[in-house]
């Protein structure tokens, strides 16, 4: 497993990298501000040896660079009380032993996983939603044009989708179109 160490200021008790290569794992360690010059290497995950007044900030920009499972190596004594972020699938510390740290990195991993997915799925979610609004709003403007039914204007948009081989939303938004030219016009 390859693991992309991210530090700003590197934890002083225990040298992270060092104790995750004792583990088995390859470990590429870099500054936080450097980040993105190895966001072209492939990792398996990432970890933010960051104080917490600044993991919101790196765990953003790792965010902007990165799509894996994130964990905070937290070196504080109260890590409860610096209240994680939602992107954050996990916490290690220099207090585990090696058991510890192994079954952490591997629910973190599952974690990793399942924030991805539903990540993936909100987006592909609030894509349809977007959609839909604009197919309901051109069958409202096609229903009163044609003074019809807003079912009727519907089936008018759907047939016309299926004629000319396009996608509903396309003649949709070619209505929403011509709807804005005709008021700009008039």
Known sequence: MKILHVHDIPTT????EVRL???????????????????????DILVLDVPACRLKQWLYE????FILPYFWWC??????????????????????????????????????????HLEREYLFLSKKLEERKLVDHAKIILSKINNVSETRAYEMMRT????????LIDVAASVLQASRLTAKEG
Request: glycine share 6%.
């Open 62 to 65: 790792a965010n902007h660079h």
């Open 160 to 167: 016309q989708a299926m004629n000319e081989r396009k996608k």
């Open 13 to 16: 008790k225990c040298r992270v």
């Open 75 to 116: 070196e504080e004594r109260k890590p409860a009380t610096s209240a994680p972020h939602e992107k954050l699938d996990g916490m290690l510390c220099c207090g585990m032993n090696d058991n510890e740290l192994h079954w952490s990195i591997l629910l973190g991993i599952k974690n990793g996983q399942r924030r991805l």
């Open 21 to 43: 290569k004792d583990l088995g794992f390859q470990v590429k360690s870099v500054d936080a501000a450097a980040m993105a010059t190895v966001k072209h290497t492939r990792f």
